[in-house]
């Protein structure tokens, strides 16, 4: 079973955004680890400016900047 490499409160970004609405939110929060999904951890993702809630696969995330 994978671990969740990203926590709770995290800003992530989407790696890609081929599929999404032009409206969709790139940048999300980690609002909570999901049950991985065919071996890849999942998150609940939330974005406050857009009120926009997504769930998303570990390998389709990348964290935003931390330094």
């Known amino acids: 079973m ?3 490499r990203f926590t ?3 800003m992530v970004r989407l790696v890609t955004t ?5 409206a969709a939110a790139v940048t999300y929060t ?4 999901m049950p ?3 071996n ?3 998150y609940r993702l939330w ?3 857009l009120r926009q809630g997504r ?12 330094a």
């Open 30 to 33: 980690i609002e909570a680890p």
């Open 55 to 66: 769930v998303a696969l570990e390998r389709d995330l990348e964290p935003v900047g931390s």
């Open 47 to 49: 974005n406050p400016e």
């Open 36 to 38: 991985a999904y065919r």
């Open 8 to 10: 709770v409160g995290q």
């Open 18 to 22: 081929k599929g999404l609405s032009p």
């Open 2 to 4: 994978s671990s969740h």
């Open 40 to 42: 890849s951890p999942q």
